[in-house]
């Protein structure tokens, strides 16, 4: 039931820990150029802050040098491919910016049950149940401005993260939903109802954070 | 009638392609597609996501100020051998730490010296204290009493080394004792030692990722008496390969050569004789037998149905030839798995699966999500999944573990935290206890009539206001059990500098010479000896719990200059056979002027009422600078 184990007596330099199998430096260096500007926006977007996001950044890659070190998959020559690459790193950064985000206590919330501006409540419904009328008018605004890329990024910071994490994986990164799920660990029905979820509390939040000019009297 | 279509199917169209892709939900989906061909505002509101989309891409597209890290900074950064492609002059650059969780708020402006090794070289030269190879990464620390060495780091990461290496401080103080990334719990345990015949465990489970600027300290140790044991010493700024373990014998240390694979975040030992070491390496749940000659990494059989070998989160030895594991690992059909607890005994030769009845194998509530199999990495332990936080046993065989688990609302929140405690009883596994609002983190059996338990309480209060604010109290609780019942002990409160401690480690040789330690949120700024006022240190002579006082650890200020502070920390014990209690820690020097920063791994040995300076070992000539631990008493 045991194997023996090779030994690394003192001093030993990484070369001499590299087996055949290990990630050559130019792999691993090719995947940090190639990642490292997608990893940072997707944690960028879900800590909301840049600095932090570098942070992370660089601690998924170390904990990829690490896994390389290791002889983990698939941080090895033989095995896994580049995309398996990325839904590691990917998963990596997200359990860590998760993580983060609880243990600093920095997630903050709009009262969810009203999502939308007061003002524009008017036939007494609220949040998913706002009239048709009062969504609409906030979706012209919306669509006006939701290119204000600070707007949104700080909308954004108030999705749970898990929510931000979904929207981002997919619509951001590029990934299936299927790969985002599994990057999240999560079942599809869940990745499914995450995204739904996420894209209407942003837009909600975002409507309530900059209230349309005359939100209350809009036309359809 | 079609407007409530509209909000019928809304929910849906907000995921269309996914629901699509994912096959789910196909009827709904057919009929929201029907009602979509001829509802122009449902069109429209398709449109828009998909604009909402393309506007989310825009706004984190990465800006020419985007710093770019490469491999070169990033493995010089982490200390790995890797020259860097060019060498940058020095800049002067400002970093902000935020960190809410620790100084409540506020920010902590550091300003950093970014340079070559080359710089850091002659700096440290021009004081007489250099030790550093040319061109070998600088190490966090300096010989005392060096206060002028600026601190100089090359490569991207470094610029933020300055403050991150502050956060690291803050972390420790903060009692964080695994490695102190800022990413939080996620699995594994945290460092403990153990001695021949008595029983040291480790409590709370922060172990983490690593940490890219993390100094030098004692990552594990494990002592058979007042001369004799071992020590880990790691750096996390450099990759896995440092770490160093040091056998310790009458005040001198020898390097041992470890596996190829070692690579640890934290690690518990267990020390069986100088020719018989177990190590636990709490990161990668890999197990390791030291023999005297060379090194076993232990296997863990797979159970049925199982997706991969589980490995152990949390595990113990109580003699050479028997030991407790648990781990986790996920079972059933893709699709359709469940997570489960598996729970191994060492016999001697073999790691088996114990028998664990269907409550005690459930490593996640029912109607958790369930997991999507992927087969590149270990799975985190995270939400909705049962933490297995220590184990303990009694030579006799009544072993003991301790978990909890968070159940998190829809919003991410933790809304639940329920403790878990584990109870070996006629050859089988079962859950002993189920405790509201309690998270456990650490047990340690002295015997079959006493053991303890560490942990906390968590009680929660929404206070309306503008909006919602949800207050959290959270009280350490310390639990006894007589041999009947687990009943909460009393235990000396903290003080006020002590306020949201957390016990982090529990340690005896003897039913009657137990410790426990804890660290606190609180920050100290101070300029004189003094005793690491953020460390939490009691002891039980067999009849009750009082403070112990810590060890005078000297300030280095010798200039008396206000902007310098020294921090003290503790957080690693190892209790002997012979009575003896070992304490780790280090102290920290911030300040003086130039954003310097330094740390000094200390180790301590309580006997006979009295803290005795033990030296650390020498780190290799690898990295540079030696490991000069040593701080004079005050």
Same mark, same amino acid.
């Given at each position: ?66 896994? %390389? ?28 910016a ?8 920095i ?6 049950e ?26 012209a ?7 204000? @890329? ?54 909600a ?16 | ?31 929201a ?16 996501? %998909? ?22 900074d ?15 002059a ?5 970093i ?24 850091a ?6 004081? &007489? ?23 100089r780091?090359?490569g ?20 964080i ?27 709370? *489970? ?33 990759n ?7 056998h ?22 267990w ?22 000659? +060379? ?26 030839t028997? &030991?407790?594991? =648990?781990g ?10 469940t997570?489960?607890?598996?729970? $191994?005994?060492?016999? +001697? ?6 028998p ?12 958790s999500? %369930?997991p %999507? ?8 332990? /995270? ?43 006629? /050859? =089988?596994?079962r ?7 309690t ?11 006493? +053991?303890?338990i ?10 309306i206001?503008t ?27 903290p003080?006020? *500098?002590?306020s ?13 010479? =137990? ?6 949120n ?77 740390? $000094? ?22 990295? /540079?600078?030696?490991?000069? @631990? ?5």
């Open positions: 039931m045991r194997e023996r184990m090779p030994e690394r007596g003192a001093g030993a330099s990484a070369e001499a820990e590299e087996g055949e199998a290990m990630l050559s430096l130019a792999a691993f260096t090719a995947t940090v150029e190639r990642l490292q500007r997608p990893l940072s926006a997707f944690l960028r977007g879900m800590v909301g802050d840049g600095e932090q996001a570098l942070d992370l950044t660089q601690d998924a890659f170390h904990d990829a040098w690490r896994a %390389t070190q290791r002889g983990d998959a698939p941080w090895t020559a033989a095995g896994g491919d580049d995309e398996a690459r990325r839904r590691w790193l990917f998963h990596t950064a997200y359990w860590r998760v993580s983060q985000l609880r243990r600093r206590k997630i903050h919330w709009l009262p969810l009203r999502p939308w501006p007061a003002q524009g409540a008017r036939d007494g419904q609220s949040g998913d149940g706002a009239s048709e009328a009062e969504r609409v008018d906030g979706a605004a919306f669509e006006e401005r939701v290119v204000e @890329g600070e707007a949104l990024r700080a909308a954004l910071a108030k999705l749970a993260p898990e929510d931000a994490a979904a929207l981002l994986l997919r619509a951001v990164e590029g990934f299936s939903a299927a790969e985002a799920a599994a990057i999240m660990r999560i079942s599809p029905a869940a990745m499914a109802q995450r995204i739904s979820r996420a894209r209407r509390r942003l837009r939040i975002y409507l309530a954070q900059n209230p349309p000019e005359g939100a209350a009297g809009g036309k359809e | 009638m079609r407007e409530d279509l509209c909000r019928l199917y809304e929910p849906g169209l907000a995921a269309l392609e996914e629901l699509e892709e994912l096959a789910l939900d196909t009827e709904e989906v057919a009929a597609q029907a009602h979509l061909t001829g509802c122009s505002r449902c069109q429209a509101r398709r449109r828009m996501w %998909t604009r909402l989309d393309g506007a989310l891409r825009d706004a984190l597209a990465p800006t020419a100020a985007t710093p770019t890290l490469t491999t070169a990033l493995l010089m950064a982490i200390g790995a051998d890797h020259e860097p492609s060019e060498r940058r020095p800049m002067l650059s400002v902000t730490v935020r960190d809410e969780d620790f100084m409540d708020g506020d920010e902590t402006r550091v300003t950093t010296e970014v340079g070559t090794g080359e710089a070289n002659e700096t440290n030269g021009a004081n &007489g204290a250099s030790q550093t190879k040319a061109g070998a990464p600088e190490r966090h620390f300096a010989p005392l009493p060096s206060l002028a060495t600026a601190r780091q090359p991207w990461r470094r610029a933020l080394m300055g403050g991150a290496a502050v956060a690291a401080v803050v972390a420790l103080m903060a009692g004792t695994g490695v102190m990334s800022l990413t939080g719990r996620l699995s594994g345990t945290r460092s403990a030692s153990h001695a021949k015949a008595t029983a040291a465990a480790a409590t709370q *489970t922060a172990q983490v990722g690593p940490f890219v600027s993390q100094p030098p300290r004692v990552a594990g140790m494990a002592f058979d008496s007042s001369t004799d044991g071992w020590v880990v010493m790691e750096e996390m700024s450099g896995s390969s440092n770490s160093w373990l040091y310790y014998a009458n005040g001198k240390y020898t390097q041992t050569a470890t596996p190829a694979s070692w690579g640890l975040y934290d690690a518990q030992l020390s069986f004789a100088p020719d018989n070491l177990w190590v636990f390496a709490g990161a990668g749940g890999s197990v390791y037998h030291y023999d005297g000659h +060379g090194w076993t990494q232990q296997t863990f059989p797979a159970p049925r149905d199982a997706e991969s070998p589980s490995t152990p989160s949390v595990m113990t030895m109580v003699s050479p028997q &030991g407790w594991a =648990v986790n690992t996920f079972v059933g059909p893709v699709g359709a798995q997570l489960i607890q598996v729970f $191994y005994h060492y016999d +001697g030769s073999t790691w088996r699966i114990d664990a009845d269907s409550q005690a194998s459930k490593g996640a509530p029912s109607g999500p %369930t %999507t199999p992927q087969g590149d990495q270990a799975i985190y332990s /995270g939400n909705d999944q049962i933490q297995l936080t220590a184990i303990s046993a009694t030579p006799g065989g009544d072993v003991w573990a301790t978990g909890y688990l968070q159940i998190q609302d829809e919003n991410g929140n933790i809304s639940s935290t329920t403790g878990y405690l584990y109870h070996r009883a006629n /050859g =089988v596994w859950v002993a206890q189920v405790m509201r609002n998270e456990l983190d650490g047990i340690l059996m002295t015997g079959a009539n006493s +053991g303890w560490t942990g906390r309480t968590i009680t929660s209060k929404k206070v206001t909006v919602p604010i949800t207050t959290t109290r959270v009280t350490p609780i310390v639990l006894s059990w007589d041999g009947a019942r687990w009943s909460q002990a009393a235990i000396p409160q003080d006020q *500098t002590q949201g401690m957390t016990f982090t480690q529990i340690a005896a040789d003897s039913p009657s010479n =137990v410790w426990i330690i804890g660290s606190s609180g920050m100290t700024v101070n300029t004189g000896p003094y005793a690491g006022d953020n460390t939490y240190l009691i002891h039980f002579d067999g009849a009750r719990w009082s403070h112990v006082s810590l060890p005078q650890v000297a300030a280095i200020n010798p200039s008396h200059d206000i902007s310098i502070t020294n921090q003290v920390a503790f957080n690693n014990l190892a209790a002997a056979p012979s009575g003896d209690l070992w304490l780790a820690g280090g102290l920290s020097v911030n300040g003086g002027g130039s954003g310097n920063y330094q740390w $000094y791994p200390l180790l301590y040995r309580y006997s006979g009422g009295q803290w005795v300076n033990v030296q650390l070992p020498a780190l290799p000539a690898s990295g /540079g600078a030696p490991a000069s @631990g040593s701080q004079p008493a005050g």
